[in-house]
């Protein structure tokens, strides 16, 4: 495995599933080890740049999200010359509004396109010069959210009784708790780059290790100001992300994929659930120096040079990336998940059909992603529908392998168009379902 797990792995007794000789299954397990954290297999989708089969037209979407918007005027900068290039930068006119913490780089705004080509032909490949896309995540409820407390009262709802704890219907179809008697996922950290997570949650709060924020908080002296502690969920989609990796086994509400993994939040993401390209890229990076051996991102945009350096840099240091295919319902292209790099996961429904909004193509794995019930911020409860939700049931299974130094990733063969499935819906033990 390019990345063995950092802590001291689970004991396996000899009745562990992996010890043991199966049957040949009417559904047969595919597998590829974690060491080759790309696209495994003879059988698997090549890559975008030379897929044969892979339709064009879709690929318009994450082209628009590339492309600058008319009179944009933020931008990343990445370069070892950082401070030459930020003075060029102002003597084009422009602002350097904050620089990346990870990654020598920082945010700009230049007056022009016209500003901008003059710096790229200045410093060329010396420098990575680029619009600063909007990230943003897609999903959808898939019943009422909780209730807000009484409307204008500026007082939040009180905390809500909590429920005798269920099992989703996604943990179950992902074998987990035939895993938990062997590994739980204890030792492995998971990052979750998304909308930050409450650190309260009763269901979560003792198995989160911290976290830091990367959106703007404030401006000093017409300066952009980011507080990293302030990494808190302000939408609820990043807070459902880490209850299905990892909410607690303790008699309440729910019951995550890896019940014992520690959770780290970057919050890359605003209370709309968007956020700009740089910040996702500064998140992933935080991710690694805070000990997270998986990434979770369920988000997505255009293709950026930034974020393919903090994805390859992130992937040379062994962590496990694990990205959302999207929900366009397309052969479409979105990143951080058409990386190489990454896992690219589609959903399926609990009838084990592809989601009728789920994106397709050059798939690794497939998981659960409608109905999905889990941890929202209120610390209460709510199922959501995407492949936002797919995503983190294979974050989770990569935490349980990782936590008992297996560098195989399961998955169940559920019939459907390679395409659609990948390697087919991950599996947490290396039987059939």
């Not at 918007?69 to 509004?97: C, N, T």
């Not at 996604?170 to 409450?198: C, E, K, L, N, R």
């Not at 890896?258 to 935080?286: C, H, M, T």
């Not at 109905?371 to 959501?384: D, E, K, Q, R």
Request: proline fraction near 9%; charged fraction near 10%; hydrophobic fraction near 40%.
């Amino acid at each position: 495995m390019r990345n063995p797990c950092r802590a001291k792995p689970e004991s396996l007794p000899d009745n562990h599933p992996s010890n043991l000789q199966h049957e040949p299954s009417v559904n047969p397990m595919r597998s590829h080890t974690l060491a080759n954290n790309q696209r495994a297999g003879a059988a698997v989708a090549v890559r975008l740049n030379s897929s044969p089969w892979r339709p064009r037209a879709p690929l318009l979407l994450a082209l628009l999200l590339s492309l600058p918007v008319l009179g944009q005027s933020r931008y990343v900068i990445v370069s070892e010359r950082l401070a030459e290039v930020e003075q060029a930068a102002q003597g084009r006119g422009g602002a350097v509004q904050h620089r990346l913490k990870y990654l020598k780089g920082a945010v700009v705004d230049l007056p022009d396109q016209a500003a901008a080509a003059a710096l790229r032909a200045r410093f060329g490949a010396r420098a990575i010069i680029e619009p600063d896309i909007v990230y943003s995540i897609d999903f959808q409820p898939a019943a009422p959210p909780p209730g807000k407390g009484k409307p204008g009262s500026g007082n939040p709802p009180p905390p809500p009784a909590q429920p005798p704890q269920t099992l989703p219907w996604g943990i179950a179809a992902v074998q987990a708790p035939a895993g938990w008697p062997f590994y739980s996922g204890a030792g492995v950290i998971v990052g979750v780059v998304d909308t930050g997570i409450q650190p309260d949650h009763p269901d979560l709060a003792a198995n989160i290790v911290g976290g830091e924020n990367f959106i703007v908080t404030g401006k000093v002296r017409g300066k952009a100001v980011v507080d990293p502690t302030k990494w808190g969920d302000d939408n609820g989609h990043g807070t459902h992300v880490a209850g299905t990796i990892a909410a607690l086994d303790n008699g309440i509400g729910v019951v995550g994929v890896a019940p014992q993994a520690g959770l780290f939040a970057a919050k890359v993401l605003n209370s709309s659930g968007s956020g700009y390209v740089s910040a996702v890229a500064d998140g992933i990076l935080s991710c690694v120096a805070n000990g997270a051996q998986v990434i979770s991102l369920s988000l997505g945009g255009g293709d950026a040079e930034v974020l393919r350096l903090a994805v390859q840099s992130a992937a040379s240091q062994g962590a496990i990336l694990v990205a959302a295919a999207g929900n366009g319902g397309c052969a479409c292209a979105l990143y951080p998940s058409s990386y190489p790099e990454v896992l690219r996961i589609s959903a399926v429904n609990s009838n084990l059909q592809l989601a009728s909004f789920s994106s397709y193509g050059d798939i690794d794995y497939t998981a659960p992603g409608v109905g999905v019930l889990s941890t929202v911020i209120g610390s209460s409860y709510a199922a959501y529908n995407g492949t936002s939700m797919a995503t983190p049931h294979v974050s989770g299974v990569v935490a349980l392998m990782l936590s008992a130094g297996i560098d195989t990733l399961y998955a169940v063969d559920i019939g459907l168009p390679f395409e659609q499935q990948g390697n087919g819906l991950v599996s947490a033990v290396p039987v059939a379902p």
